[in-house]
C-alpha cells in the first residue's frame, strides 16, 4: 500500500492511494497516521478497508491536491550519517565501524512538495536525498534483523536538508545542522515493505535545476534498515511512527569541487525507485523576512 495525507498544512486528509490519480479517503477510520494508529496494529487490516471501498466506487481523484508528508509529526527523528562508502570517501572520512546517529527536530517535517527556507545566517544549506524508515510498533532490544524488519511500516523518500557550517563548523554538533524548519520533506507516500521489494536495491536521485547532482544506489549502504533498526533498539525505544533517515550517497554539495550551497531562487528534485518524486522550490531568507 501507498499511504497519504492530503490537504492544506494542518488539515491533511489520511488515506491510500489506489492508483497515481485517486486516493481512498480514511479519516472516518483513521485519526491520521500517527503514533496511535502505528502502535494499534491497524496497518495490518487496513487493506481490506481499501478494498471495500473501492468496490464500492469510493475512490476519490487526487486534482492537484496538495501532498503532506505521509505520517503525523513523530515522536523522534533519527538520523543515520556516513552511511554510504561512497559519499564517505567524497567527505574525505572513513567508513564508520558502528552507525553514527544523530537526531532531527520533528519539527523540521514538511510535504515532499512544499517550500524549503534557508535560514537566517546560512552561507552552506546543502540537499541529501534519503531512504526513510517509518517504525511500526515499540521496539526495545530486538533480537535480530528479522524481528527489525517486521518492525518497520515502510518506506519514504526524504530530503535531509542540512547546514553544513552549523554542523561542523559550529563544535561539532550535527542536530542543530539539521534542525531548522522545513529541513526535513517526507513523502508523496509511506509504501509498505511489501511493495518496495528489495530495499537494498533501489535508485536514488537528485536533481538541482535540472542537473543532476546524486545518482546512487542503496545498494552502497553500509548498514542496511534491519541493521539500523536492530541496532538503534539497543539503545533506546523506537516508537510507532518514529522516522529514521538512513544517509545520502555521494554528490551532496559540499562534495562539489567547488562545494555548492543553496541560496534561494533553486528547485530541487528527488526521487527514489517506487518511493516516488518530490520538488521543492528553495526560498532564500531575505525572501521569506518581506
Known sequence: MRLVRVGPAG????????????????????????EAFFGSGALATLGQVVAERVDEGRGEPLAGRRFGAPIARPHQILCIGLNYSDHAAETGQAVPDEPILF?????????????????KGSEKTDW???????????????????????????YV???????RAWQIERNGQWSKGKSAPTFNPAGPY???????GD?????MTLD????????????TMVFSPHFIVHYL??????????LINTGTPPGVGMGQKPPVYLRGGEAMTLSITRLGTQTQRVVGHSDTAR
Open 11 to 34: 488539515s491533511e486528509t489520511p488515506g491510500v492511494l489506489v492508483d497515481d490519480d485517486t486516493f481512498v479517503d480514511l479519516s472516518d477510520v483513521v485519526g491520521d497516521f500517527n
Open 103 to 119: 537526531t532531527k527536530s520533528p519539527n523540521t517535517l514538511v510535504g515532499p512538495d512544499d517550500d524549503v527556507l534557508v535560514p
Open 128 to 154: 541529501e536525498v534519503e531512504l526513510g524508515i517509518v517504525i511500526g510498533r515499540h521496539s526495545l532490544y530486538l533480537a535480530d534483523e528479522a524481528e527489525a524488519a517486521a518492525s518497520i511500516a515502510g
Open 157 to 163: 523518500l526524504v530530503n535531509d536538508v542540512s547546514e
Open 190 to 196: 509511506l509504501v509498505t515493505p511489501d511493495e518496495v
Open 199 to 203: 530495499v537494498l536495491d533501489l535508485d
Open 208 to 219: 538541482i535545476d535540472g542537473q543532476r547532482r546524486q545518482n546512487g544506489s542503496t545498494s
Open 233 to 242: 533498539s539497543q539503545f533506546m525505544a523506537l516508537e510507532p511512527g518514529d
